[in-house]
């Protein structure tokens, strides 16, 4: 199983967070830990590396050894204090080589259930500003979205990138994703994409959805993000 979890920690946490991550958590498969950003933010803007807020990506043996974690372990008991969601792995596009192991179809999805988008990149750094020029269109539309409860992305300094989104449904999900979207642009994310098949931003770059299974604790005054609308 995965879990995506979000925190207000110290700014300090999230500078050793992302320097010098946890290692040899009984159960942990792999771990990615980033600072939040706001979809969208200028690029020159506090806004774009939030250090004072911390998510966490993780994939686990077990339920059990994430609870185990979010018990005992003094990372985990920081991560217990904000908000997570437990997650079901459904499919995969593309590839990084930490979860190369994950098939491309686990399961199916019904089209009216929540679903959960989890990007994670390795950037090409030369292609940066091609990626900011076409990324951050991308990012209003899916922060902006109707679909959306909950939309955001991370970043580890110098070349990971991340995003996380939870959608009233997978059919709203897939609709934005193909430019379907009753929206102003609606070709913004089909597009990007486009460019992005004709020369790589990226070294590394997948895309995972999940179902999500339970939620656990508040993040900005909500619990209720993956909740059946």
């Known amino acids: 199983m995965h879990s995506f979890h979000l925190v207000q920690v ?11 991550p946890p290692r ?12 939040t950003m706001r979809l969208g933010a200028p690029v020159v803007s506090p806004d774009r590396m939030q250090v004072r807020r911390l998510a966490v990506f993780a994939a686990w043996e077990t339920e059990a050894a994430l609870e ?7 990372w985990g008991e920081r991560l217990a204090t904000g908000w997570h969601v437990r997650l079901e792995f ?15 179809i686990a399961a ?21 500003p091609r990626f900011v020029r076409w990324g951050r269109p991308v990012e209003r539309l899916v922060r902006d979205h109707p679909g959306t409860t909950l939309a955001l992305a991370a970043v580890r300094p110098p070349r990971t990138v991340s995003t996380f989104s939870v959608w009233r449904s997978t059919r709203e999900m897939t609709d934005m994703v193909h430019g379907r979207s009753d929206v ?21 770059f997948t895309t995972l959805r999940f179902r999500p ?12 993000y993956t909740a059946r609308r």
């Open 24 to 35: 040899e958590i009984p159960g942990l498969r792999h771990l990615e830990c980033l600072a």
């Open 10 to 20: 110290p700014a300090r946490v999230t500078v050793r967070a992302i320097t010098r």
């Open 90 to 104: 459904l499919r995969r596009w593309g590839h990084v080589a930490e979860m190369g192991d994950l098939p491309e």
């Open 213 to 224: 299974l339970s939620e656990h604790g508040v993040w900005e005054g909500r619990g209720d």
């Open 108 to 128: 199916r999805s019904d089209p009216g259930e929540p679903a959960v988008a989890v990007t994670l990149a390795r950037m090409r750094m030369p292609e940066l």
């Open 68 to 74: 185990r974690f979010l018990r005992e372990h003094p």
């Open 184 to 204: 102003d642009a609606a070709a913004r994310h089909a597009d990007a994409m486009g460019e992005r098949e004709r020369r790589d931003f990226h070294h590394e």
